[in-house]
Antibody, heavy 121, light 110 residues
């Protein structure tokens, strides 16, 4: 059974870089028909898509975050990662990683449990 | 403000049928498939509906999705207390070139 587990810094200072990794288990990250995504949810608010990466390495990012975000994939380690630069308090959120099922119209069909990242000095 | 518009709240009693809407434009719902997610407070979202009206295996047939033009709906029949959650619609937007979520509808089971 597929499992996704986020890990990374839970507290980041303003202007620094937020780094998170999503470890994938139960399937290969390079299985055909899937890509991989990051989504976030500020406390008490709705979901915001950050971006996704195909196994080829091609990426798509939320236009509002594009200048600050980078998503990469590590095939040997079966994981993918996200970096968000120049963070502010507005970047405080629960960050989720998820699998994108391409045959489901790019639906997010499996999610990690999420990890809270707080931006504060 | 979200690109996809959802009512902030909905409610129903056990056994009832409730529907919730998601309004978009020709660049998102009008030309791309709609997905629906259920998020019980404190947990990760779960995929309920994809490709407008398809259910992943394991999702009860009490949940059904539909779409007409630039609007989509999620219906829940035989409402249960465990259906109390936030529900989000989602679609790709061709103009913004990205995934867009609705603001979410909080369903209360009275």
């Amino acid at each position: 059974q597929l499992q996704l587990q986020e890990s990374g810094s839970g507290l980041v200072k303003p202007s620094q870089t937020l780094s998170l990794t999503c470890a994938v288990s139960g399937d290969s990250i390079i299985s055909g028909g899937y890509s991989w995504s990051w989504i976030r949810q500020p406390p008490g608010k709705g979901l915001e898509w950050i971006g996704f990466i195909y196994v080829s390495g091609s990426t798509y990012y939320n236009p509002s975050l594009k200048s600050r975000v980078n998503i990469s994939i590590d095939r040997p380690k079966n994981q993918f990662s996200m970096k968000l630069t120049s963070v502010t308090a507005a970047d405080t959120a629960v960050y989720y990683c998820a699998r994108v099922r391409l045959t489901y119209g790019r639906a997010l069909d499996s999610w990690g449990q999420g990890t809270l990242v707080t931006v504060s000095s | 403000q979200s690109v996809l518009t959802q009512p902030p709240s909905a409610s129903g009693t056990p056994g009832q049928r409730v529907t919730m809407s998601c309004s978009g434009t020709s660049s998102n719902i009008g030309s791309n498939s709609v997905k629906w997610y259920q998020q019980v407070p404190g947990t990760a979202p779960k995929l309920l509906v994809y490709s407008d009206n398809q259910r992943p295996s394991g999702v009860p047939d009490r949940f059904s999705g539909s779409k007409s033009g630039t609007s989509a709906s999620l219906a829940i029949s035989g409402l249960r207390s465990e259906d109390e959650a936030d529900y989000y619609c989602e679609a790709w937007d061709d103009s913004l070139n990205g995934v867009m979520f609705g603001g979410g509808t909080k369903l209360t089971v009275l």
